[in-house]
């Protein structure tokens, strides 16, 4: 959950970075001048899953909601967020805020929408993508915090589990993969390497997590919801070999890994 406070609009410089500074009043518009890395739509990508498979569902859902919500963007690299195309906001009318709505009832909260601007909801769009792609609840349990999917999965140690957690830099993420991240940290880049998934989990509760859509090159796409008040396709920076590199704005910290067929 990455949210952008649209009271009074007001965008802070910082560097070269720019901080989005609440819910129901004037957006801002886009940015494309801040920002070095630039999506490449005519690369070839790389390992996109077959069509039909179960892998490809989980991504056709995905973005059809990206395209629903006006298909906003948002561009990452080692030191610069920027927003090139800004799309529909949760609290934009009733056609997206009863969206969010179809969300929170798949984790079992039927009265919260998109006017519940401070209820994060970008773990109930992760569940509610997954069930509608036809996974059971053993192969993804449903629900409002990424932690308890998270928590699943690292416990998760049969070798039929639909998802495998991997350090972001043993693994290098492949459209279907989910990454994430965790949020709260202000001012400093939390390094991760020495601590196994689980030891993550029992100091952060407030977590993030995409659903990777493509790789192409040095930099992949991942879609998710709540971010920047919307779902939003995040274009970010990776390593020379393909692995995530975390940031302020972004702090990855484990890559699950799909094996669902392909």
């Known amino acids: ?12 410089a910082i560097g070269s970075a720019f901080i989005l500074s609440g819910c129901g009043s004037k957006k801002l518009p886009p940015n494309s001048g ?27 859902v995905a973005e059809d909601e990206w395209d629903f ?3 906003q963007t948002v561009v990452i690299d080692d030191t610069h967020e920027s927003m090139p195309l800004v799309g529909k906001w949760e609290d934009d009318g009733e056609t997206w805020a009863n969206r969010v ?34 996974l059971t609840d053993s192969e993804f349990p449903p629900s409002d915090a990424h932690w308890n999917y998270i928590r699943y999965f690292a416990g998760n ?15 290098t993420p492949r459209p279907g993969d989910l990454i994430c991240a965790t949020r709260g940290n202000s001012g400093f880049i939390p390094v991760y390497d020495a601590m196994d998934t689980g030891s993550v989990l029992m100091g952060h509760t407030k977590l993030h997590c995409d659903i990777v859509t493509d790789v192409r090159g040095n ?13 939003t396709k995040s274009t970010i920076a990776t390593s020379a070999n393909g692995r995530l590199k975390p940031s302020e704005r972004r702090p990855w910290f484990v890559v699950l890994e799909n094996r669902l067929p392909r």
């Open 219 to 231: 930099q992949l796409e991942a879609l998710g919801g709540n971010v920047r008040n919307s779902v």
């Open 34 to 60: 801040s920002e070095t890395l630039k999506p490449v739509p005519d690369a070839i990508s790389s390992d996109r899953p077959r069509k039909g498979s179960r892998v490809d569902q989980i991504l056709r």
């Open 101 to 134: 709505n179809v969300y929170w009832r798949s984790v079992g909260k039927p009265r919260l929408d998109g006017y519940d601007c401070k209820q994060p909801w970008s773990a109930a769009f992760i569940s509610w993508v997954m069930q509608t792609a036809g």
């Open 157 to 171: 140690h049969q070798a039929m589990a639909a998802f495998v957690p991997h350090k972001i830099n043993d693994y």
């Open 69 to 71: 919500f006006g298909k």
């Open 1 to 12: 959950m990455f949210k952008t406070h649209r009271f009074a609009l007001t965008l802070v």
